[in-house]
């Protein structure tokens, strides 16, 4: 069965650094973009950022530009979130998601979803 498994989240200071990993297993993760997308407390569903199936194409929310970079090691069926200048507003549980497509950019429809990463930010 498909299973997406993150992990890497933590408490970190404003300004900090965390990579969050997730390790996909139960279909061929070359073929399908993959996403990653944040729930703050008492706040709803926030996508994040995505990647086509082959790694080339990377889209990310404006609130996260230029600050997160995604990126996929299709060798090793694991995707990635590297998170630069974490500010406390990146507070929340952060899901990585398969999509339905091969290629990423708007409009993703996702059929499965990881358990999430808790991921502070706080001083």
């Known amino acids: 069965q498909v299973q997406l498994v993150e992990s890497g989240g933590g408490l970190v200071q404003p300004g900090g650094s965390l990579r969050l990993s997730c390790a996909a297993s139960?279909?061929?993760?070359?073929?399908?973009?993959m996403s990653w997308v944040r729930q703050a407390p008492g706040k709803g569903l926030e996508w994040v950022s995505d990647?086509?199936?082959?790694?080339?194409?990377?889209y990310y929310a404006d609130s996260v530009k230029g600050r997160f970079t995604i990126s996929r090691d299709n060798a090793k069926n694991t995707l990635y979130l590297q998170m630069n200048s974490l500010k406390p507003e990146d507070t929340a549980v952060y899901y990585c998601?398969?999509?339905?497509?091969?290629?990423?950019?708007?409009?993703?429809?996702?059929?499965?979803w990881g358990q999430g990463t808790q991921v502070t930010v706080s001083s």
């Open positions: 139960g279909f061929t993760f070359t073929m399908y973009a």
């Open positions: 998601a398969k999509d339905t497509r091969y290629f990423g950019g708007p409009g993703p429809i996702y059929d499965y």
């Open positions: 990647i086509n199936s082959g790694g080339g194409s990377t």
